[in-house]
């Protein structure tokens, strides 16, 4: 039998994101942000959704832009360090040994030493409450070669992506492939 948890943000998992915006003086920054997915295949799109409170709120605010770069398990204490640390107050590129890399398509920074970069172009900002949803356009997505396949797709296993449980408040990593997708016609 199921116990009820009652009302919580338990949907499992959510991504480890690192997301880089460029504040009013041109400073590159980072937040690290769980609250994000595919919203879109066509204009392929994804969502980051922040609260008002967090700088890189009022960056992308500014900018329209964003980019996410996915951190490998080697990152995990960067990534948890760059969600607890407020650009406000602190360089976060600095402060992590992370090296900023200018956005080659929109007007924002990514991390040089992450394998997976995905380049946004905000469309459309949604208020939910306490957070607001940046629905970006994904109009580049750049990855280290060593993390290709043979048919030159990001191969998840040689990424090895952090995951984040929420409610739990864990990092996590990604296990073995268990099947291709969409081979299943039917269940015996």
Same mark, same amino acid.
């Given at each position: 039998?199921?116990? #009820? ?5 338990? $949907? ?10 460029? %504040?009013? $003086?041109? /400073? ?17 799109? =994804?969502?980051? #959704? ?9 960056? =992308? ?15 995990? @204490?960067?990534? %948890?360090?760059?969600?607890?640390? #407020? ?24 991390? %040089?030493?992450?394998?997976?970069? =995905?380049?946004?172009?905000?469309? *459309? ?8 949803? !940046?629905?970006?356009?994904?109009? &580049?997505?750049?990855?280290?070669? *060593?993390?290709?396949? $043979?048919?030159?797709? =990001? &191969?998840?296993? @040689?990424?090895?992506?952090?995951? !984040?449980?929420?409610? $739990? ?6 296990? @073995? @492939?268990?099947? %291709? ?6 269940? /015996?």
């Amino acid at each position: 039998m199921k116990k #009820s948890l009652g009302v919580g943000t338990y $949907a499992l998992p959510s991504p480890v994101w690192v997301v880089g915006t460029y %504040d009013a $003086a041109g /400073k590159p920054n980072l937040m690290t942000a769980a609250w994000g997915g595919i919203c879109n295949s066509r204009p392929p799109s =994804i969502y980051v #959704s922040l609260r008002k409170a967090t700088y890189s709120h009022g960056n =992308i605010m500014a900018r329209r832009a964003y980019t996410v770069s996915i951190p490998s398990e080697q990152h995990v @204490k960067e990534a %948890d360090w760059i969600g607890i640390a #407020s650009g406000r107050d602190v360089d976060k590129f600095a402060g992590a040994k992370l090296t900023p890399v200018r956005g080659s398509v929109v007007d924002a920074p990514y991390v %040089d030493e992450f394998p997976v970069v =995905i380049e946004c172009r905000v469309k *459309e900002i949604v208020e939910l409450g306490l957070h607001t949803q !940046f629905v970006g356009e994904i109009v &580049d997505v750049k990855a280290e070669a *060593e993390v290709l396949n $043979a048919k030159g797709m =990001i &191969d998840i296993e @040689k990424v090895k992506p952090l995951i !984040f449980t929420p409610g $739990a408040g864990t990092y996590h990593g990604v296990s @073995k @492939k268990l099947q %291709d997708a969409f081979i299943t016609k039917e269940l /015996k």
